[in-house]
C-alpha cells in the first residue's frame, strides 16, 4: 500500500467507502517503509489522511503487526496476489534484541510528534495482534510505554484477538478495546460475543469495537470454503449474515475487507477463496452485503451492479497451487 502508494487508487476506494455511509476505516502504516524512505511515507500517509476526511472518514491507524511472516525484502515486495504474504512487523530480530528497539521507538515518536492530535484519526492502534509469545508482548509492551509517554488527545488501542486478550493491553494504557471474530460458527454463539461486549463497555466504561468481522461458515457444509477451482465450489463474503446481529447490538465495528482481495492464508488462496465487497470498478460482490453494510447507518438503500465474479487473479494457476505450502495458521 505505502510502498507502491497510488493516490487514484486511493481516492477510488475511498470514494466506494463514502457509497456505503462508513464514518471510519482501518488500516496500518509500513515500519519497513518507513525506514526506507520516511519522507515519502509520511507524504502519503497525508494524502491518505486528506482524502478520508473529504469523504466524512476517520482512520484507525496501527504502526505495527504482530501477525505474518518475516518483512524480508522478497517478501515485502511480492506483489503477486496469490503468493504475496502480511509481514508481520517488526522482524523476530529486532523484537528479540533489545539494543535494536531504539530505532522503533523513534517510529512511534516520530508518529505521535506529528499525529497524536489529528482528529482526521479515529484512534492510534499500537499493533494488529501482537500474540501471546513472551517476546512479542515484552517488545509490545515497550513499545506501549513509548506511546503513552507521547499521548496527545487521540485515543489508543491494541488490535485484539479476543475480548481476553484485553485485560493485558489495558494495563499498557489503552482506551479503547478491540476485539476480532471473523468466523462464528453460528448467529446464537456471535450474538452472545456481542452481548458480552456491550457488557464489557459498560463495566469498563471505555469504548469496545469489534474490529474485524466477515462471515458466519456455511449453514450446510460447516465449512468456510471448498476445495476446487471452479466458481460455484469456492467461498466468498457473507456479510449479510452478520450485519443484522452487529447493528442490533450497536457495536462500533469494521468488516474485512472493503475491496475484494486474496483470502489470508496462502491454503484458501491458492484455492481461489477471496474476501471483500467492491471490485476496482465499482462493483460489489453482493448486493444484500451492501446493503447489509450500509443499514447500520440507518440507510439500507445501496444502488449498483452485483457481479459474484472472481477477479483473474484469484484463479491459481495449477503450477502455483502445487508450489504453496499449507502449513498457514488458520483465519481467527
Not at 470454503?225 to 466468498?236: H, I, P, Y
Request: proline share 4%; charged share 25%.
Amino acid at each position: 500500500m505505502w510502498h507502491e502508494y497510488d493516490s487514484d487508487i486511493i481516492e477510488r476506494d475511498l470514494s466506494y467507502a463514502a457509497r456505503l455511509d462508513l464514518n471510519a476505516l482501518r488500516t496500518w502504516l509500513s515500519y519497513e517503509f518507513w525506514l526506507q524512505d520516511s519522507e515519502a511515507h509520511a507524504d502519503a500517509l497525508e494524502h491518505f489522511l486528506d482524502t478520508a476526511d473529504q469523504y466524512g472518514l476517520r482512520i484507525l491507524l496501527g504502526l505495527f503487526d504482530g501477525v505474518g511472516r518475516e518483512p524480508t525484502y522478497e517478501n515485502l515486495l511480492n506483489d503477486n496476489p496469490l503468493t504475496a504474504v502480511q509481514t508481520h512487523s517488526p522482524s523476530t530480530r529486532t523484537m528479540h534484541d533489545e539494543e535494536l528497539w531504539e530505532t522503533p521507538r523513534q517510529f512511534v515518536q516520530w508518529f505521535m510528534d506529528r499525529y497524536r492530535d489529528d482528529e482526521r484519526l479515529l484512534a492510534i492502534e499500537l499493533s494488529n495482534e501482537p500474540g501471546w509469545s513472551s517476546t512479542h508482548l515484552k517488545f509490545s509492551k515497550a513499545m506501549a510505554d513509548t506511546l503513552t509517554t507521547y499521548r496527545g488527545d487521540r485515543p489508543l488501542t491494541v488490535g485484539s484477538t479476543s475480548l481476553t486478550n484485553n485485560t493485558t493491553y489495558l494495563g499498557w494504557g489503552m482506551d479503547v478495546v478491540q476485539f476480532h471474530y471473523n468466523f462464528p460458527e453460528t448467529k446464537r454463539i456471535y450474538r452472545r460475543v456481542l452481548q458480552q461486549a456491550n457488557h464489557v463497555a459498560a463495566e469498563l466504561g471505555k469504548p469496545v469495537w469489534l474490529s474485524e468481522w466477515q462471515r458466519t461458515h456455511d449453514p450446510e457444509t460447516g465449512a468456510l470454503g471448498a476445495a476446487g477451482s471452479t466458481q460455484d465450489t469456492l467461498w466468498a463474503s457473507d456479510y449479510s449474515s452478520l450485519a443484522p446481529l452487529i447493528r442490533d447490538a450497536g457495536v462500533g465495528n469494521f468488516f474485512w475487507s472493503l475491496m475484494l482481495k486474496p483470502a489470508f492464508t496462502l491454503e484458501n488462496r491458492t484455492r481461489g477463496v477471496i474476501n471483500g465487497l467492491f471490485h476496482e470498478d465499482g462493483a460489489v460482490w453482493s448486493l444484500d452485503d451492501a446493503r447489509a453494510i450500509k443499514s447500520m447507518s440507518g440507510d439500507a438503500s445501496f444502488e449498483g451492479v452485483q457481479r459474484r465474479e472472481y477477479p483473474e487473479w484469484a484463479e491459481p494457476t495449477d503450477a502455483e497451487a502445487a508450489n504453496e505450502s499449507s502449513t498457514d495458521e488458520s483465519e481467527n
